[in-house]
């Protein structure tokens, strides 16, 4: 039997128990008998047009309800970017309206921040390991793991690891904000910039 169709009993069974109907009433409801509603719930009675419509339009599903196809693979398969320095791993798949990035930004030993940007988006940053110096808005903050920060991206803002020891960092962007900072050197408008 082919698996969606196998899974019509399970998901017909569930429908009924978010009802709230026992197998006599939905029999009753709707003039399929109860043993044919088991047997169908139970997948040892094959599912037909002629059973289905009238369980259906009772229990407020559609046929595509009973029969929806499996979840498509959920892992994430894009590729890790490497740009000016930091090693970005995207978490959320490229068309996402929320993305989410693990950013290993290096050791340094300058002091010196890179040169502060502005630009359109939002983002919000959690330190896994190490810890990130932030500098938004004229105000220099050293972040320790377990700490996170939000602001808006139209703010100057920059950031690098500190302690000289790498820093590790879940980085969440809109859209806006996800394309200035993973684009790859050399992919567009933004390719080029410091982060």
Known sequence: ??????QVGARLRAARHRAGLTLG??????????????RLESGKRQAS????????????VTLDDLVAADAPDPRIRQTTV????????????QHAPVRTYKITYPATTT??????RVHD??????????????????RELVLSRGEAAEFDT????????????PAEVLSIFNEDGARIHTLAV??????????
């Open 121 to 138: 988006g939002y983002e919000w940053l959690y330190v896994l390991h190490g810890r990130l110096r932030l500098r938004v808005g004229g």
């Open 49 to 60: 047009l002629e059973l289905l419509l009238p369980l259906t339009r009772q229990l407020g």
């Open 1 to 6: 039997m082919d698996p969606v169709l196998e």
């Open 186 to 195: 050399g992919d567009g408008p933004a390719a080029g910039g410091s982060r």
């Open 154 to 165: 139209r703010t100057p803002h920059t950031m690098a690891a500190a302690g000289g020891r």
């Open 25 to 38: 009433e939905l029999a009753a409801r709707t003039g399929v008998s109860a043993s044919t509603v088991s």
């Open 82 to 93: 490497r740009r000016h320095g930091l090693l970005i791993v995207p978490l959320t798949a």
């Open 111 to 116: 002091a010196t921040l890179p040169a502060e």
